[in-house]
């Protein structure tokens, strides 16, 4: 009978450093997560930042006359 309550004990208290162990574990990918969604929120702020850069770029290059884009089919059509 003491046997059985001795197993019992060292059951639980396999439990109770299991629960510590993934609580600490637990709070640990907490924080990677964080670091990462941080992370992440920077890459998508400098994504942003270069889509503007380059829509501004292309924005800049005004497209041929009329003219012009006659003259270059004919010089592609010829070739």
Avoid at 11 to 30: D, F, G, W
Avoid at 38 to 57: C, D, F, K, P, W
């Amino acid at each position: 009978m003491i046997s059985d309550f001795q197993e019992l004990a060292d059951k639980i208290e396999q439990l109770a450093e299991l629960t510590h162990s993934l609580r600490r574990e637990n709070a640990q990918l907490r924080q990677a997560n964080a670091a990462l969604v941080a992370e992440n929120i920077s890459y998508q702020r400098r994504l942003g930042e270069a889509h503007q850069r380059v829509s501004a770029l292309l924005d800049k290059i005004t497209p041929p006359a009329p003219a012009e884009q006659a003259e270059e089919a004919v010089k592609e059509e010829a070739q």
